[in-house]
């Protein structure tokens, strides 16, 4: 007799009987209903994990902010915006400013609509009316949105006098915001400093752009030639101000022109 004829009349006596067939099935079923509702849980788990991760990526991309666009005149205030170039915030840096924007709704608002409102606003139309200056800082996070942001508030400008705008990098706008000031006035501030040491930032905040760049103007000229400013130092035209368009505003990117 070969050997698995042999096996299998070896095995032939061994036969379960109806209650150890019960009890065998009770324990597999037993075994695979604790397993799927654990199975069911992780993967609801990993599904909510996922979930989590996409809401927590969608609200940075959306709401981080990628740039600021700082805008000085007598109304002092900054918009910040993110990487699609809306406004996801706004803050006064005076108290002119702070008024301003309890009159405005930016949020989200493409930057260009943002930026017209502020201009088209009583508070700083009737500053441009009379002859105020107005400077626009592109704070900016990458230089192509810094350029792209620089360009289009350029052309809004092109139509106002005694405006400027220029784009620069985020090195010194920690400094600004510590003092107070919006980084349109911090960067004139930091000339003046150098001339009027006992000049506060809390006096700088309280002056419209006009006034601190016919304050620079006139320490440049008692400062004599060669001083912060030079001879050409007039209203406007300081160092931290190179590039004034008379009847529009000129675009300039700092970061670039400075590599």
């Known amino acids: 007799m070969r050997a698995r004829d042999e096996s299998r009349f070896a095995f032939d006596p061994i036969v379960a009987d109806e209650s150890l067939k019960q009890k065998t099935r009770q324990r597999v079923e037993s075994a695979l209903s604790h397993r799927r509702p654990r199975m069911r849980r992780r993967v609801l788990i990993g599904a909510a994990c996922a979930l989590l991760f996409l ?12 740039a600021v666009i700082s805008i000085g005149i007598n109304p002092s205030l900054e918009l910040r915006v993110n990487r699609f170039d809306r406004v996801i915030s706004a803050e006064g840096f005076n108290s002119d400013g702070e008024e301003l924007l309890r009159t405005l709704s930016l949020f989200y608002r493409p930057y260009e609509q943002a930026v017209t409102e502020v201009l088209g606003s009583e508070a700083v139309s009737s500053c441009l009316a009379e002859d105020e ?12 949105q810094g350029q792209r942001l620089l360009d289009g508030i350029s052309d809004l400008l092109s139509d106002t006098p005694n405006a400027t705008c220029c784009a620069v990098n ?22 003046l400093h150098s001339l009027l040491p006992d000049l506060t930032p809390q006096q700088v905040a309280g002056m419209t752009m006009r006034e601190l760049r016919q304050l620079l103007a006139d320490q440049a000229n008692e400062a004599g030639a060669g001083g912060v400013g030079g001879p050409a130092a007039a209203p406007g035209k300081g160092l931290g101000n190179p590039f004034r368009g008379q009847g529009g505003a000129k675009r300039e990117n700092e970061s670039e022109s400075a590599g």
């Open 170 to 191: 985020q090195d010194e706008v920690a400094q600004a915001h510590t003092l107070g000031l919006s980084y349109g006035k911090y960067r004139v501030y930091l000339e």
């Open 55 to 66: 809401v927590i990526g969608g609200y940075r991309l959306l709401f981080a902010t990628s």
């Open 133 to 144: 200056l107005l400077e626009v800082t592109i704070v900016q996070g990458s230089p192509a």
